[in-house]
T-cell receptor, first 116, second 116 residues
Framework: AQTVTQSQPEMSVQEAETVTLSCTYD???????LFWYKQPPSRQMILVIR??????QNATENRFSVNFQKAAKSFSLKISDSQLGDAAMYFC?????????????FGKGTLLTVNP | NAGVTQTPKFQVLKTGQSMTLQCAQD?????MSWYRQDPGMGLRLIHY???????DQGEVPNGYNVSRSTTEDFPLRLLSAAPSQTSVYFC???????????????FGSGTRLTVV
């Protein structure tokens, strides 16, 4: 079974600074997808960014970017120019590909605090 | 476009009672899943479905039952509620391989269930 590990239960960053959240995963598959979800206090799950394993280029969405290291099975999230609204729980998630493999496995989350 | 609708948002049950958490999506998504979220545990998969009439167990299926008679609906039944089932429950849907898969799974707003 696939596993996702987020080794940082909590992180903090100063407003306007950059922070990197770590995620590692374990899989024997070659084709899969990786996601970062944000969960603010409202409880809503919001997709931040996704990466296809077959793409070597790291995904970028505005201030959010990933460092995808397939061989090392690492998928870290970098938030640049942190804003107060970035404060939330962040979950790394893995999905396989094909048939019943399209189900998400989540890490335990990293709680990000943004200090003004 | 309503997305994924979960009802109720909050529920208190007595031990031994049964109830159904409702989930409906209007995006013609084939895949639907139920997760539970507990502090420090991330989101764990309870049951999932890859289409109408097809369901399978996830990581923590005991005490829960599902059925998928239509593409739109995926109710989760608690057969005999226990305090260990106190949690926040999320329903999610997706259509892998299609354009909307770019956005991963779409989540409902969650149901906070307390069993006393």
């Amino acid at each position: 079974a696939q596993t996702v590990t987020q080794s940082q239960p909590e992180m903090s960053v100063q407003e306007a600074e950059t922070v990197t959240l770590s995620c590692t995963y374990d899989t024997s598959e070659s084709d899969y997808y990786l996601f970062w979800y944000k969960q603010p206090p409202s409880r809503q799950m919001i997709l931040v960014i996704r990466q296809e394993a077959y793409k070597q280029q790291n995904a970028t969405e505005n201030r959010f970017s990933v460092n995808f290291q397939k061989a090392a099975k690492s998928f870290s999230l970098k938030i640049s120019d942190s804003q107060l609204g970035d404060a939330a729980m962040y979950f790394c998630a893995y999905s396989g590909s094909g048939g019943s493999n399209y189900k998400l496995t989540f890490g335990k989350g990293t709680l990000l605090t943004v200090n003004p | 476009n309503a997305g994924v609708t979960q009802t109720p948002k909050f529920q208190v049950l007595k031990t031994g009672q049964s109830m159904t958490l409702q989930c409906a999506q209007d995006m013609n998504h084939e895949y639907m899943s139920w997760y539970r979220q507990d502090p420090g545990m991330g989101l764990r998969l309870i049951h999932y479905s890859v289409g109408a009439g097809i369901t399978d167990q996830g990581e923590v299926p005991n005490g829960y039952n599902v059925s998928r008679s239509t593409t739109e609906d995926f109710p989760l039944r608690l057969l005999s509620a226990a305090p260990s089932q106190t949690s926040v429950y999320f329903c999610a849907s997706a259509r892998p391989g299609q354009g909307s898969w770019l956005y991963g799974y779409t989540f409902g707003s969650g149901t906070r269930l307390t069993v006393v």
